[in-house]
Nanobody
Framework: QVQLVESGGGLVQAGGSLRLSCAAS????????MGWFRQAPGKEREFVATISWSGGNTYYADSVKGRFTISRDNAKNTVYLQMNSLKPEDTAVYYC?????????????????WGQGTQVTVSS
């Protein structure tokens, strides 16, 4: 079993920044790919970013490319999402997820474990 706990969400003005964290426990975190997804009210959960087991490969949704950065610290069993130049349309619950593979992608079905989510609200 894997437990994923997100933190770092909150309320921020447009143009501001937030850094989300996701702490993992229960399995060898460093062996697996991680991802971030988000879900706005009334919308489907959508892909944001993913990072490979080593951190050497990253991939982003077009909507966040150039503004968000995913990273990981395997010594701390934690993955991060640095969000800059935030927009009101970034408002959503953000979820981290773990894929029991070394490299993952943008499909929800690829991920095996999910956190409970953290709310990010961007005011205009």
């Amino acid at each position: 079993q894997v437990q994923l706990v997100e933190s770092g969400g909150g309320l921020v003005q447009a143009g501001g920044s937030l850094r989300l964290s996701c702490a993992a426990s229960g399995r060898t975190f460093s062996s697996y790919a991680m991802g971030w997804f988000r879900q706005a009210p009334g919308k489907e959960r959508e892909f944001v970013a993913t990072i490979s087991w080593s951190g050497g490969n990253t991939y982003y949704a077009d909507s966040v490319k150039g503004r968000f950065t995913i990273s990981r610290d395997n010594a701390k069993n934690t993955v991060y999402l640095q969000m800059n130049s935030l927009k009101p349309e970034d408002t959503a619950v953000y979820y981290c997820a773990l894929d029991l593979s070394e490299v993952s992608g943008n499909a929800r079905a690829m991920y095996d474990y999910w956190g409970q989510g953290t709310q990010v609200t961007v005011s205009s």
